[in-house]
């Protein structure tokens, strides 16, 4: 089936430092790829939706400039939380897919505590 | 009002039990994911449904599109199925606050 790959699985970075999270499809091309982000004890949030070659789109109330998202291939795609303060802590998931067709596979996702 | 509302948010069962976990959403759908989240965080895509029912192992989905409602059922249920679940629809991702779910050996 689907894998995606996801990591670090845990970072530990110091207030006004950045963290790149790494998310791979690793038996498919993802033509989308999707980050969320989900506080303690609650459910995930969408962040942004990216497409292989073209800019993320935000959901309203992300900060572009903060969470870089990039999508340069088929396979890859990255979130890098920029000076990171300890209110970003919390945990970042990627999904993958190729369409609503096919469904989508998540990522282990990743643990971000700044401190 | 959320989107996409869970119901029961917390569940304990006994082992064995058949467990169901109920979806309903205000929106409109070309699919709903039911998603099971570990004490980690990982995520495991369970299903992806647009109509009918799908089953896999102990594990059964159900959709009503005209009622927009969902079901998650799990058949003797076992500890190792303690997760939360969350139901999801494809409508710009919204999710679910999800279910909670302890099965007790």
């Known amino acids: 089936g689907a894998v995606v790959s996801q990591h670090p699985s845990r970072v530990i970075c110091k207030s006004g430092t950045s963290v790149k999270i790494e998310c791979r499809s690793l038996?498919?091309?993802?033509?989308?790829m999707f980050w969320y982000r989900q506080f303690p004890k609650q459910s995930l949030m969408l962040m942004a939706t990216?497409?292989?070659?073209?800019?993320?789109?935000?959901e309203q109330g992300v900060e572009k400039d903060k969470f870089l998202i990039n999508h340069a291939s088929l396979t890859l795609s990255t979130l890098t939380v920029t000076s990171a303060h300890p209110e970003d802590s919390s945990f970042y998931i990627c999904s993958a897919g190729q369409g609503l067709k096919y469904g989508y596979t998540f990522g282990s996702g990743t643990r971000l505590t700044v401190v | 009002k959320n989107e996409v509302e869970q119901s029961p948010q917390n569940l304990t069962a006994q082992e064995g039990e058949f467990i169901t976990i109920n979806c309903s959403y205000s929106v409109g759908i070309s699919a709903l994911h039911w998603l099971q989240q570990h004490p980690g965080g990982g995520i495991v895509s369970l299903f992806m449904?647009?109509?009918g029912k799908k089953k896999h192992g102990r594990l059964i989905a159900t959709i009503n599109i005209q009622e927009k409602h969902s079901s998650l059922h799990i058949t003797a249920s076992h500890p190792r199925d303690s997760a939360v679940y969350i139901c999801a629809v494809d409508s710009q991702f919204y999710f679910g606050t999800g279910t909670s779910l302890t099965v007790i050996p």
């Open positions: 038996d498919f091309q993802a033509t989308t």
């Open positions: 990216s497409n292989e070659g073209s800019k993320a789109t935000y």
């Open positions: 449904l647009s109509s």
